[in-house]
């Protein structure tokens, strides 16, 4: 029911700055919340930055002070600005939306949920 389409990733010196984006379409008003999450080769995936339906976030400790998420509910695109990118931070990074939200339009069922972007690549060099 939500379909995600992420863009910005690619190859930056560490200091340096990115910008990704992700692009919601289908039923966005039923979104409960959006996050990203990143993969390293031979690690887990973990969670980046988590943002609400009311806007409230939470961030691993290892980004805070250095990433900011955010959202256009206008142009229902999700946004992750990265400031000072570490070698550390290179990984995979995944869009994600769940749901639904407890709302009269909204369907209880779970189906579609969560949905994940394709993940797109983020390299910091040093």
């Known amino acids: 029911q939500v379909q995600l389409v992420e863009s910005g990733g690619g190859l930056v010196q560490a200091g340096g700055s990115l910008r990704l984006s992700c692009a919601a379409s289908?039923?966005?008003?039923?979104?409960?919340?959006m996050g990203w999450y990143r993969q390293a080769p031979g690690k887990e995936r973990e969670l980046v930055a988590r943002?609400?339906?009311?806007?409230?976030?939470n961030y691993a400790d290892s980004v805070k002070g250095r990433f900011t998420i955010s959202r256009d509910n206008a142009k229902n695109t999700l946004y992750l600005q990265m400031n000072s990118l570490k070698p550390e931070d290179t990984a995979v990074y995944y869009c994600?939306?769940?749901?639904?939200?407890?709302?009269?339009?909204?369907?209880?069922?779970?189906?579609?949920?969560?949905?994940w972007g394709q993940g797109t690549q983020v390299t910091v060099s040093s």
């Open positions: 289908g039923d966005t008003i039923c979104i409960s919340a």
């Open positions: 994600n939306a769940d749901g639904p939200r407890r709302y009269a339009d909204c369907s209880p069922a779970r189906n579609g949920y969560p949905s």
């Open positions: 943002i609400t339906s009311t806007r409230s976030t």
